[in-house]
């Protein structure tokens, strides 16, 4: 079985490319069954969305769903490692057949390809030492010469930071893994990222707290990357995700990652 999965990735994947770069019709839902492969690209940064373990292993929320979208195909997820800053480039060069891992829904993305429907609102929202939580509420509290914000490159963090926290003194971590680190050990006094992630931090470490997650700076929404032009699988993935929800699986898989 991993022979023949290994086969069809290399068989499958450059006809996908392929078919991209002529400017054809990609067919993603037919080469999902054939191949038995659900190719997802995914940061694996993210808790509590989508996570790399050091044994090469994924976990979260969306690598749940994931793995059940690719069930209903008869295939099996497979996560393609990338990085925010390199997440379009990878996906729109045909390396993925979804995109996944607490992606926003942004119209520069929109531009690029197509987004499920939204699986849940998730706002950007301030974390930082629970000593400082009244001293950060708004973005004006943020936004001032003497207050550190550190961000991630290449994703909605580091764009709200650089258009929203202009004013403030940023500083670029290389990754969303280690950045909690660097507010908790005082080198930094603020990061904002999306309320699930702040909440699910501020768990793991009894030293940070997010500010205000059920109220946040600026509404976002997180879906699903998926290849432009490819209205059969949009809906596909679009009815299987309000199916998710309909049946209460989707629910339980979130109240497994997602803090209440």
């Not at 295939?75 to 480039?89: G, H, I, R, S």
């Not at 939204?118 to 973005?139: A, D, E, R």
């Not at 403030?168 to 660097?182: D, M, R, S």
């Not at 793991?204 to 109220?215: E, G, I, M, S, T």
Request: aromatic fraction near 8%; charged fraction near 25%.
């Amino acid at each position: 079985m991993r022979i023949s999965m290994a086969v069809g990735l290399i068989f499958a994947a450059p006809a996908l490319v392929n078919a991209q770069s002529a400017g054809s019709p990609v067919d993603t839902l037919a080469h999902v069954m054939e191949s038995k492969t659900l190719r997802v690209c995914t940061p694996g940064d993210y808790r509590p969305f989508s996570y790399h373990n050091d044994d090469d292993s994924y976990e979260g929320l969306d690598i749940d769903l994931m793995r059940d979208l690719a069930d209903t195909l008869g295939a099996q997820a497979v996560f393609v490692k990338t990085t925010w800053k390199n997440l379009m480039d990878d996906f729109t060069s045909g390396k993925c057949d979804a995109g996944a891992g607490g992606i926003s829904v942004t119209l520069e993305r929109q531009k690029q390809a197509y987004f499920s429907a939204p699986y849940m609102v998730n706002g950007k929202t301030p974390i930082t030492l629970c000593s400082n939580v009244k001293k950060f509420q708004t973005i004006e509290d943020i936004n001032k010469p003497d207050v550190r914000v550190v961000y991630n490159p290449g994703g909605s963090n580091e764009k709200f930071a650089t258009t929203r926290l202009s004013k403030a003194h940023l500083t670029q971590h290389e990754n969303n893994i280690g950045i909690f680190k660097e507010v908790a050990e005082g080198r930094a006094d603020v990061f904002v990222t999306e309320a699930a992630e702040a909440k699910v931090q501020s768990k793991r470490d009894p030293r940070l707290c997010a500010v205000n997650p059920d109220k946040p700076l600026q509404y976002a929404e997180m879906g699903y990357l998926l290849p432009q032009g490819d209205m059969r699988f949009k809906l596909y993935v679009d009815q299987w995700l309000h199916l998710s929800k309909a049946s209460g699986a989707y629910a339980k898989l979130a109240n497994k990652w997602v803090p209440q």
